[in-house]
């Protein structure tokens, strides 16, 4: 493996810790680590980043919240008969699930909570703080693997459970990664927060099938002078993001980082739409179709299709991976505020880079040896993330209305 055996142990604290996200992840780590499968899918283990310091899988310890009370090794059973688990896999590694599982407390807010936003806040940051101190972990990355969420209704609405969990993750010192469309550090309060707290940040939602082929195709088109007269696709899915998404509030969510990279590839938006259709009998495998009418030479009218068809937590789990290890690197290293070299990964990412998928496998590799560099500022940083943690605590207006500023103002 790529890192060392002997470094710290670090905390990957899961929102959404009993999806079929979160349970592939724990599995597929667990895996990996004891030998039994190669890191297919891991850019982390590949030779770019052999020497950038990031943390052995053997070494990161899992925990997270969900509002679900099915155990993870039931989980990982109902995902093998699936077809998403490999068979044996999830029997052989049956007490790494129990022991993530033990460490997964209950989440919020749920139907008939009468907490205030503040007081979930609170409660999330000290299960957090509680899993780092019992297993003595050196940091840990909390990362949102939950169900996209229907878009904010607004300043005077309640934070949205991604934007709780946050706050919460800033409240405990930890850097956060989104990896779902919902709002998370992208609502006022919280990207107010980000910014005072010197903790380094990714996100939002993962991008694993239509919109990697998107981020490929947009930019051949536009290098190739070819012009792009409609694009339009459509998204088959089950499982908890398919019953999900059957939400037109949380399908807008979605679909808008899709549109994002077309926008930014193409310089333009073309005709067409997305339509995501929630079809339960597909479990956690999808369908993804797109249809592309464009331009060629002296107004030649040509069409590409493609059809990409995927198990979206096995597209998942490795970029989760791949996101802890290098955000816990990056705190480490003391790099704060969003880490716009992991747009790589995402649809919609925070922070500047470019659109292009070689582009910005550029910039992660480029990461990558920035933090290979930073190997002798570590023992530095220690002390300075030290210090973060405590601003960050404090930042957050511990036990007051999250929506006030540091200066007591309203957003």
């Given at each position: 493996?790529?890192?060392?055996?002997?470094?710290?142990?670090?905390?990957?604290?899961?929102?959404?810790?009993?999806?079929?996200?979160?349970?592939?992840?724990?599995?597929?780590?667990?895996?990996?680590?004891?030998?039994?499968?190669?890191?297919?899918?891991?850019?982390?283990?590949?030779?770019?980043?052999?020497?950038?310091?990031?943390?052995?899988?053997?070494?990161?310890?899992?925990?997270?919240?969900?509002?679900?009370?099915?155990?993870?090794?039931?989980?990982?059973?109902?995902?093998?008969?699936?077809g998403v688990l490999p068979p044996g896999v999830a029997t052989a590694v049956a007490a790494e699930l129990a022991t993530a599982d033990r460490e997964i407390r209950p989440g919020g807010p749920t139907p008939g909570d009468?907490?205030?936003?503040?007081?979930?806040?609170?409660?999330?940051?000290?299960?957090?703080?509680?899993?780092?101190?019992?297993?003595?972990?050196?940091?840990?990355?909390?990362?949102?693997?939950?169900?996209?969420?229907?878009?904010?209704?607004?300043?005077?609405?309640?934070?949205?459970?991604?934007?709780?969990?946050?706050?919460?993750?800033?409240?405990?010192?930890?850097?956060?990664?989104?990896?779902?469309?919902?709002?998370?550090?992208?609502?006022?309060?919280?990207?107010?927060?980000?910014?005072?707290?010197?903790?380094?940040?990714?996100?939002?939602?993962?991008?694993?099938?239509?919109?990697?082929?998107?981020?490929?195709?947009?930019?051949?088109?536009?290098?190739?002078?070819?012009?792009?007269?409609?694009?339009?696709?459509?998204?088959?899915?089950?499982?908890?993001?398919?019953?999900?998404?059957?939400?037109?509030?949380?399908?807008?969510?979605?679909?808008?980082?899709?549109?994002?990279?077309?926008?930014?590839?193409?310089?333009?938006?073309?005709?067409?739409?997305?339509?995501?259709d929630d079809v339960p009998a597909l479990g956690d495998w999808k369908t993804a179709w797109d249809h592309i009418a464009f331009d060629g030479f002296l107004g030649t009218r040509m069409i590409l299709q493609t059809i990409?068809?995927?198990?979206?937590?096995?597209?998942?789990?490795?970029?989760?991976?791949?996101l802890a290890r290098l955000t816990a690197r990056a705190h480490e290293a003391g790099l704060t505020g969003p880490l716009g070299e992991l747009g790589f990964y995402f649809k919609d990412p925070v922070g500047e880079g470019?659109?292009?998928?070689?582009?910005?496998?550029?910039?992660?590799?480029?990461?990558?040896?920035?933090?290979?560099?930073?190997?002798?500022?570590?023992?530095?940083?220690?002390?300075?993330?030290?210090?973060?943690?405590?601003?960050?605590?404090?930042?957050?207006?511990?036990?007051?209305?999250?929506?006030?500023?540091?200066?007591?103002?309203?957003?």
């Open positions: 493996m790529s890192a060392s055996l002997s470094r710290p142990r670090v905390g990957v604290w899961l929102i959404g810790a009993r999806g079929s996200v979160a349970t592939t992840v724990v599995t597929g780590c667990a895996a990996i680590a004891a030998g039994l499968h190669p890191p297919t899918g891991m850019v982390t283990e590949t030779s770019a980043f052999t020497d950038s310091g990031l943390p052995a899988l053997s070494g990161l310890v899992f925990g997270g919240h969900d509002t679900l009370d099915c155990p993870l090794p039931k989980r990982a059973e109902t995902l093998t008969a699936g009468t907490r205030s936003d503040a007081e979930l806040i609170t409660a999330f940051a000290d299960d957090i703080r509680d899993f780092v101190h019992r297993h003595e972990l050196e940091r840990a990355v909390v990362v949102n693997v939950a169900s996209t969420e229907p878009a904010s209704l607004g300043p005077d609405a309640p934070l949205p459970a991604s934007t709780l969990y946050a706050l919460a993750a800033m409240r405990a010192g930890c850097p956060y990664v989104n990896f779902t469309p919902s709002e998370g550090m992208h609502h006022p309060v919280a990207a107010r927060e980000a910014e005072r707290s010197g903790l380094p940040y990714a996100g939002r939602d993962g991008k694993t099938g239509q919109t990697l082929l998107r981020a490929v195709l947009g930019p051949m088109f536009a290098q190739r002078a070819l012009n792009v007269r409609a694009w339009s696709g459509t998204n088959l899915l089950g499982g908890g993001d398919g019953a999900a998404l059957a939400d037109p509030a949380a399908a807008a969510a979605k679909n808008a980082g899709k549109e994002r990279v077309l926008a930014d590839t193409l310089g333009t938006l073309p005709e067409g739409e997305v339509h995501i990409w068809q995927g198990c979206d937590s096995a597209l998942a789990a490795p970029l989760v991976l791949d470019p659109a292009s998928l070689g582009e910005q496998y550029a910039a992660l590799t480029g990461l990558g040896e920035r933090l290979r560099l930073a190997g002798g500022a570590v023992e530095g940083a220690a002390d300075r993330d030290a210090g973060h943690r405590e601003s960050a605590a404090e930042a957050v207006a511990q036990g007051a209305d999250p929506r006030e500023s540091a200066a007591g103002e309203r957003p």
